[in-house]
């Protein structure tokens, strides 16, 4: 069944009048939802007491909100008294949702909204926004939300650069040239929307056009829409209604007047990340997986509340290191080693390997392209930490990679720690895996590679044991002429798991606490740190990976 939709550019501090004019046309339409495209409120520095009269009426439910609207955040900030309702209430005032400035939510008819707010930080190169309330983005913030890989409505400030390319529609204002970028254009491209609104003084509507093929032949189709603001004087377009069917697929014909897409395609490379202070919140939460099984479980939490989704706005970010195409990386919160454990080291080294895509496993991606070069940039970054830790440990380290990888689940990630070869080379952290499994009565390990993990029935866990090959053999080199990785031996175990199977989550942790003497470490909640000390980490491990960063020498 179609949802009808109707969009609203800036209302400027007219939401009075704009909500009493939405609840005529809901009246005789039935929209499923509207969404605020622009700016709801006057910009703080023009603002009255008639409009701070009006924001009391909002916030009180004095105004009413007809049906449930979302509002994107615009040019400029919001009322000092809005931000406090939100950080402890959680929305402006009945039926008013905050998409934030960097937002990827699905809604109750399934509809995929994905909002970039704000303008683009010229002052800011990378690195993600912290203020989820300042109008202000980076180029890493619109990176992020390509994550998401599709949406429905992409709700953008700033236009997509090169838009007009190509257009034979007539674009003339008096308002200068709309903020127009390439980050921007790039975040459409790879999020293929059915529908993308911006904001400008005039109207502007442009033809649709489609998109490059994906890799089951589907050629996907955006529409471009710029709303002008509301009860404008020249009377240009600021309210836009639609039906969106998801049920239906991509036009097999064209339609009229459709152009190629106008737009860059998704960059594969990207900028150096330098010091920053933004990246934090990345714990190994144990409520992040549900024992439910394959026939019973229930979708995933969406991305704007996964504690590993970048476009979550409650992300802290002073964590993150290293951003890829299709994956980042991250010093764990709470880690199981400290700067102590490895002498050669001075920093845990306990690392996560995260995809961008929100998905409980890599076989649950479901584009076979994505899930392909997810799991090739996971490995990757798997070999630029075992060239690092080669090099500075002079070899005496190998490292261990695990993962559990469950349907229920909510994002895949792998766990990263180096350890001592010599264990390695005596078979001790095999059999420190495989006897606490027989101790706990799980299946039996069993000694194969998986790759993406596409074959495998049941849910499983998997340890990926490496070790650098000795100096002196002869077939030993300091890398791997197809791969760059450092030459050595790994062995990959999996545990197979049912679906039922009650499973701990920390047993990888737990096996490693043990061989490693760090039983007092088993839980991360045990292993906090403070603010300076994560920050401290993370800076020493990004200085010791930047050689190895294959992110920054792409850039």
């Given at each position: 069944m179609a949802s009808k939709i109707i969009v609203l550019g800036d209302v400027n501090g007219r939401f009075s009048a704009a909500f009493k004019k939405l609840a005529a046309l809901h009246a005789k339409n039935a929209f499923s939802l509207a969404i605020i495209a622009g700016n709801l409120f006057t910009n703080p520095i023009d603002t009255s007491s008639a409009h701070d009269e009006d924001i009391t009426a909002l916030l009180s439910g004095t105004i009413p909100v007809p049906l449930p609207t979302y509002l994107a955040l615009g040019s400029h900030s919001l009322p000092q008294r809005v931000i406090e309702k939100l950080d402890s209430g959680g929305e402006v005032c009945s039926n008013l949702y905050f998409l934030g400035k960097r937002t990827t939510i699905k809604t109750s008819e399934?509809?995929?909204?994905?909002?970039?707010?704000?303008?683009?930080?010229?002052?800011?190169?990378?690195?993600?926004?912290?203020?989820?309330?300042?109008?202000?983005?980076?180029?890493?913030?619109?990176?992020?939300?390509?994550?998401?890989?599709?949406?429905?409505?992409?709700?953008?400030?700033?236009?997509?650069?090169?838009?007009?390319?190509?257009?034979?529609?007539?674009?003339?204002?008096?308002?200068?040239?709309?903020?127009?970028?390439?980050?921007?254009?790039?975040?459409?491209s790879t999020l293929k929307p059915r529908y993308h609104f911006s904001t400008f003084e005039t109207f502007y509507e442009r033809e649709p056009f489609f998109h490059s093929e994906d890799a089951s032949g589907d050629r996907r189709i955006t529409r471009f829409i710029s709303l002008a603001p509301y009860n404008n004087p020249g009377k240009q377009k600021s309210l836009y209604a639609f039906s969106l069917d998801l049920s239906t697929s991509n036009p097999v014909t064209l339609p009229p007047g459709t152009t190629a897409s106008p737009l860059s395609r998704p960059s594969k490379k990207r900028a150096a990340l330098p010091d920053q202070e933004t990246y934090s919140r990345f714990s190994q939460h144990n409520n992040h997986h549900h024992r439910q099984s394959k026939r019973q479980r229930q979708p995933p939490p969406s991305p704007s509340e996964c504690f590993f989704c970048l476009s979550n706005q409650n992300l802290a970010t002073h964590l993150l290191t290293s951003?890829?195409?299709?994956?980042?990386?991250?010093?764990?919160?709470?880690?199981?080693?400290?700067?102590?454990?490895?002498?050669?080291?001075?920093?845990?080294?306990?690392?996560?390997?995260?995809?961008?895509?929100?998905?409980?496993?890599?076989?649950?991606?479901?584009?076979?392209?994505?899930?392909?070069?997810?799991?090739?940039e996971m490995q990757r970054y798997r070999q630029a930490l075992h060239s690092m830790i080669t090099t500075i440990a002079q070899r005496d380290l190998g490292a261990i990679t695990w993962e559990v990888a469950r349907a229920g689940g909510i994002h895949i990630h792998w766990q990263f720690?180096?350890?001592?070869?010599?264990?390695?080379?005596?078979?001790?952290?095999?059999?420190?895996?495989?006897?606490?499994?027989?101790?706990?009565?799980?299946?039996?390990?069993?000694?194969?590679?998986?790759?993406e993990g596409t074959g495998e029935e049941n849910d499983f866990f998997r340890v990926m044991i490496w070790s650098p090959s000795e100096e002196q053999s002869s077939e030993a080199s300091n890398a791997d002429a197809s791969t760059g990785a450092p030459a050595g031996r790994e062995k990959s175990l999996i545990l197979p798991l049912s679906s039922n199977f009650r499973f701990d989550l920390q047993f990888g942790r737990r096996v490693l606490a043990k061989l490693l003497g760090l039983e007092s470490r088993l839980s991360w909640k045990d292993c906090s740190q403070s603010h300076e000390e994560e920050v401290a980490d993370a800076e020493a491990f990004k200085k010791a990976f930047k050689e190895y960063d294959f992110s920054l020498v792409e850039g």
């Amino acid at each position: 069944m179609a949802s009808k939709i109707i969009v609203l550019g800036d209302v400027n501090g007219r939401f009075s009048a704009a909500f009493k004019k939405l609840a005529a046309l809901h009246a005789k339409n039935a929209f499923s939802l509207a969404i605020i495209a622009g700016n709801l409120f006057t910009n703080p520095i023009d603002t009255s007491s008639a409009h701070d009269e009006d924001i009391t009426a909002l916030l009180s439910g004095t105004i009413p909100v007809p049906l449930p609207t979302y509002l994107a955040l615009g040019s400029h900030s919001l009322p000092q008294r809005v931000i406090e309702k939100l950080d402890s209430g959680g929305e402006v005032c009945s039926n008013l949702y905050f998409l934030g400035k960097r937002t990827t939510i699905k809604t109750s008819e399934d509809i995929r909204i994905v909002a970039l707010g704000g303008t683009l930080d010229s002052n800011v190169t990378v690195g993600l926004s912290k203020d989820k309330y300042l109008p202000f983005y980076t180029q890493d913030d619109a990176k992020a939300l390509g994550g998401a890989h599709s949406a429905d409505i992409l709700i953008t400030n700033d236009w997509p650069s090169s838009i007009r390319v190509g257009s034979k529609v007539g674009f003339t204002t008096d308002h200068g040239e709309p903020a127009s970028q390439e980050c921007v254009a790039t975040l459409c491209s790879t999020l293929k929307p059915r529908y993308h609104f911006s904001t400008f003084e005039t109207f502007y509507e442009r033809e649709p056009f489609f998109h490059s093929e994906d890799a089951s032949g589907d050629r996907r189709i955006t529409r471009f829409i710029s709303l002008a603001p509301y009860n404008n004087p020249g009377k240009q377009k600021s309210l836009y209604a639609f039906s969106l069917d998801l049920s239906t697929s991509n036009p097999v014909t064209l339609p009229p007047g459709t152009t190629a897409s106008p737009l860059s395609r998704p960059s594969k490379k990207r900028a150096a990340l330098p010091d920053q202070e933004t990246y934090s919140r990345f714990s190994q939460h144990n409520n992040h997986h549900h024992r439910q099984s394959k026939r019973q479980r229930q979708p995933p939490p969406s991305p704007s509340e996964c504690f590993f989704c970048l476009s979550n706005q409650n992300l802290a970010t002073h964590l993150l290191t290293s951003i890829a195409t299709d994956t980042y990386l991250t010093t764990a919160k709470g880690p199981l080693s400290t700067s102590d454990t490895f002498p050669q080291l001075d920093f845990p080294a306990h690392i996560l390997i995260i995809p961008l895509a929100h998905s409980p496993t890599l076989e649950a991606i479901t584009e076979p392209a994505v899930r392909a070069s997810t799991y090739k940039e996971m490995q990757r970054y798997r070999q630029a930490l075992h060239s690092m830790i080669t090099t500075i440990a002079q070899r005496d380290l190998g490292a261990i990679t695990w993962e559990v990888a469950r349907a229920g689940g909510i994002h895949i990630h792998w766990q990263f720690l180096p350890i001592s070869v010599d264990l390695i080379r005596k078979g001790l952290v095999e059999a420190a895996f495989k006897v606490e499994a027989e101790n706990e009565k799980y299946p039996r390990f069993q000694a194969r590679d998986i790759g993406e993990g596409t074959g495998e029935e049941n849910d499983f866990f998997r340890v990926m044991i490496w070790s650098p090959s000795e100096e002196q053999s002869s077939e030993a080199s300091n890398a791997d002429a197809s791969t760059g990785a450092p030459a050595g031996r790994e062995k990959s175990l999996i545990l197979p798991l049912s679906s039922n199977f009650r499973f701990d989550l920390q047993f990888g942790r737990r096996v490693l606490a043990k061989l490693l003497g760090l039983e007092s470490r088993l839980s991360w909640k045990d292993c906090s740190q403070s603010h300076e000390e994560e920050v401290a980490d993370a800076e020493a491990f990004k200085k010791a990976f930047k050689e190895y960063d294959f992110s920054l020498v792409e850039g």
